[in-house]
């Protein structure tokens, strides 16, 4: 059974700084991609960061330079660090987890954590 599970939302200043993690259990972590998105209510949910396997990232326009992706795969545990935060980054972070199983991709997703971030 895949679980995720997020932690180290909170609130921020504008300004400030939050690490994220997503902790990982159950499936093959080191060959897995992973991703944060955040939702705002009312909001589609929208991609953040991305990193693959072999350690590739993407970036939303608004994260660059901002926000950092990273894994660790000796603890199954996926980071965001998140620094010059902003107002507009309050929301619910959340993290992806996309497997395959005999070539059939899987999502599971963490219950998110909640960012606020204020002015």
């Known amino acids: 059974q895949v679980q995720v599970v997020e932690s180290g939302g909170g609130l921020a200043q504008a300004g400030g700084s939050l690490r994220l993690s997503c902790v990982v259990s159950?499936?093959?972590?080191?060959?897995?991609?992973l991703g944060w998105y955040r939702q705002v209510l009312g909001k589609e949910r929208e991609v953040v960061a991305t990193?693959?396997?072999?350690?590739?990232?993407t970036y939303e326009d608004s994260a660059k330079g901002r926000f950092t992706i990273s894994r660790d795969n000796a603890k199954n545990t996926a980071y965001l660090q998140m620094d010059s935060l902003k107002p507009e980054d309050t929301a619910v972070y959340y993290c992806?987890?996309?497997?395959?199983?005999?070539?059939?991709?899987?999502?599971?997703w963490g219950q998110g954590t909640q960012v606020t971030v204020s002015s």
């Open positions: 159950g499936s093959t972590f080191s060959r897995d991609a």
């Open positions: 990193i693959s396997s072999g350690g590739n990232t």
């Open positions: 992806k987890l996309s497997t395959y199983v005999f070539g059939i991709p899987y999502y599971y």
